[in-house]
């Protein structure tokens, strides 16, 4: 049974750091896209980093290059995405998410089929 399920997260002070984490089980995610969404209140839910293995290229979103990375260790079939300088702007339930590549899901569009829980994040001070 492939599932996805996200921990971490939490509430964090402007400038801080916060890392969640994704374990991934019933599947190897080395030959999947692997991605990470959020979705803020009264906004749609928008990409903020997906992986291409076939490629081995990251598609970061503009609000948060240079400030978010996207890792994953293979032994523990988990993915992880670091989080720096956060922003109130940040602050969204954040999603990891599994899906074939294609060009779509390369750059965080649609076709992923596969989602964790979600994982609140509230930057306030």
């Known amino acids: 049974q492939l599932q996805l399920v996200e921990s971490g997260g939490g509430f964090v002070q402007p400038g801080g750091s916060v890392t969640l984490s994704c374990k991934v089980t019933g599947v190897s995610f080395a030959r999947f896209a692997t991605g990470w969404f959020r979705q803020a209140p009264r906004k749609e839910r928008e990409g903020v980093a997906c992986f291409a293995p076939y490629i081995s290229r990251t598609h970061y979103a503009y609000s948060v290059k240079g400030r978010f990375t996207v890792s994953k260790d293979n032994d523990l079939n988990t993915l992880y995405l670091q989080m720096n300088d956060l922003k109130p702007g940040d602050t969204a339930i954040y999603y990891c998410?599994?899906?074939?590549?294609?060009?779509?899901?390369?750059?965080?569009?649609?076709?992923?089929?596969?989602w964790g829980q979600g994982a609140q994040v509230t930057v306030s001070s």
């Open positions: 998410a599994l899906g074939s590549e294609t060009q779509m899901t390369r750059i965080c569009s649609i076709g992923y089929e596969y």
